[in-house]
């Protein structure tokens, strides 16, 4: 891995651990409504064998079987959630990294990254218990 993609992971990782550090005690992150109850409590009966099974799911159920598996891992709890998606958003922070330099040059490929860390919703979206970032 080159020097840059280890500083784009850090930078990234480290901007996201961040994030999720400043808004584990607010309001909207302890007391879950709408789309993050929904997947919260899906996560729940995933793990207690009371899910419905029956198909067609109203929206794509990989995401809170991902949710599930941390909550099986760490204990249900978002903040868990958060850190994992803030580690597996640095990782797409690098990727695009990687593409930029393969498709362009070494320059653009750490612009491309550099990008990637700073912008804000990638950030802000590390923190959401949702299925879908911009």
Partial sequence: MPWTDSAVLCVALG???????????????????????????WALSILSWTQRTSLPFDQAPGYPYL??????????????????????????????????????????????GLLAVAYGSFIYCTGELESATP
């Fill in 15 to 41: 901007l996201r651990l961040l994030h999720v550090l400043s808004i584990r005690h607010a309001y909207f992150f302890t007391h879950l409504q709408t789309e993050r109850l929904r997947y919260h409590l």
């Fill in 67 to 112: 949710v599930a598996g941390i909550y099986a891992t760490f204990g249900p709890r978002v903040t868990a959630v958060a850190v994992v998606q803030a580690v597996l958003d640095a990782i797409t922070c690098v990727a695009i990294a990687r593409v930029g330099r393969r498709c362009f040059g070494a320059p653009a490929g750490l612009v491309a």
